[in-house]
């Protein structure tokens, strides 16, 4: 299972933290995506987080604004938001799939709503 938390309303140039922590087993060697939905518009990915080599991607849109990082202490994969805009409103989940980013992903969260607006 893995649970989304960290969403809220934020001031555009505001900055939000994302986890997703899982439970009944351990992140260390899964490829953790990030993906968000706006209103009307299809979901897009947002960032993943390689398991096997720990190799990071980002979408164009948020690179050099958003970070993914993993503690596998807390089994928690975080994504760091700053420099937000009206744009990055959105509901954002988190999935778990195998170990490389490309490989497509089974288990998802419910998601976390972020609002940006002032």
């Known amino acids: 299972q893995l649970v989304e938390s960290g969403g809220g309303l934020v001031q555009p140039g505001g900055s939000l933290r994302l986890s997703c922590a899982a439970s009944g087993f351990t992140l260390d060697y899964y490829a953790i995506g990030w993906f968000r939905q706006a209103p009307g518009k299809e979901r897009e990915g947002v960032s993943c987080l390689s398991g096997s080599d720990g190799r990071t991607l980002y979408a164009e849109s948020v690179k050099g604004r958003f970070t993914i990082s993993r503690d596998n202490a807390a089994n928690t994969v975080y994504l760091e938001m700053n420099s937000l805009n009206p744009e990055d409103t959105a509901v954002y989940f988190c999935?778990?799939?195998?170990?490389?980013?490309?490989?497509?992903?089974?288990?998802w969260g419910q998601g976390t709503q972020v609002t940006v607006s002032s």
């Open positions: 999935a778990a799939g195998a170990s490389d980013c490309a490989a497509g992903f089974g288990s």
